[in-house]
């Protein structure tokens, strides 16, 4: 039997306690290196730039002494505007990254293995909502930059983390293929 796949604002995804490692297998390690200076394509980059493989190894032994505390977890949320049904599919949505102990990450890395995430969130929204004539835009927006219908999803989410959560949202937007 064939399971239904999710259309593109039709359903609105939660997935808690996500790992570390998870997110991070998902991000564009690719552009990450690329933003950093290399120019060898990830993985051949691990290969060929010790600097880059020190790197990349310190930010994984950091992410896993991170899940070591009992106070941490990743979360990803969608929300979409407007009726949540086949016939009328929204035309944009909001996907909010929880962090929970952010403040156990080391100020050395914190920024690189935030950009991580959120890059494996997007590319965690995309396969659940790209298809054959849907494509997934992802806008990382700060929480200041946010519309009144983007704040209320935002407020939404927040009531239901522990108090201290960061939260990163990010605009989705609808493109044909």
Same mark, same amino acid.
């Given at each position: 039997?064939?399971?239904?796949?999710?259309? &593109?604002?039709d359903n609105q995804l939660s997935a808690q306690d996500l790992s570390a490692a998870f997110l991070s297998? =998902? +991000?564009?390690?690719?552009?990450?290196?690329?933003?950093?200076?290399?120019?060898?394509?990830?993985?051949?980059?691990?290969? =060929?730039?010790?600097?880059?493989?020190?790197?990349?190894?310190?930010?994984?032994?950091?992410? *896993?002494? &991170?899940?070591?505390?009992?106070?941490?977890?990743?979360?990803?949320?969608?929300?979409?505007?407007? *009726?949540?049904?086949? *016939?009328?599919?929204?035309?944009?949505?909001?996907?909010?990254?929880?962090?929970?102990?952010?403040?156990?990450?080391?100020?050395?890395?914190?920024?690189?293995?935030?950009?991580?995430?959120?890059?494996? +969130?997007?590319?965690? +929204?995309?396969?659940?909502?790209?298809?054959?004539?849907? +494509?997934?835009?992802?806008? &990382?927006?700060?929480?200041?930059?946010?519309?009144? &219908?983007?704040?209320?999803?935002? *407020?939404?989410?927040?009531?239901?983390?522990?108090?201290?959560?960061?939260?990163?949202?990010?605009?989705?937007? =609808?493109?044909? =293929?």
């Open positions: 039997m064939d399971m239904e796949r999710d259309k &593109w604002g297998s =998902k +991000a564009d390690w690719r552009r990450f290196f690329q933003e950093k200076g290399f120019e060898d394509p990830y993985p051949m980059v691990l290969y =060929k730039e010790e600097s880059a493989e020190e790197m990349h190894d310190e930010l994984m032994e950091e992410m *896993s002494r &991170w899940h070591g505390y009992k106070d941490v977890g990743l979360d990803v949320y969608t929300r979409f505007e407007g *009726s949540l049904n086949e *016939s009328e599919a929204a035309d944009r949505g909001l996907l909010l990254l929880c962090v929970r102990g952010a403040r156990h990450l080391r100020r050395a890395t914190s920024e690189d293995i935030l950009w991580l995430w959120r890059s494996g +969130a997007d590319a965690w +929204a995309r396969e659940a909502y790209d298809d054959e004539e849907v +494509a997934t835009e992802t806008k &990382w927006v700060d929480a200041n930059e946010l519309d009144e &219908w983007e704040w209320a999803m935002l *407020s939404e989410v927040r009531n239901m983390c522990d108090e201290g959560t960061e939260i990163y949202p990010t605009r989705l937007t =609808k493109v044909g =293929k």
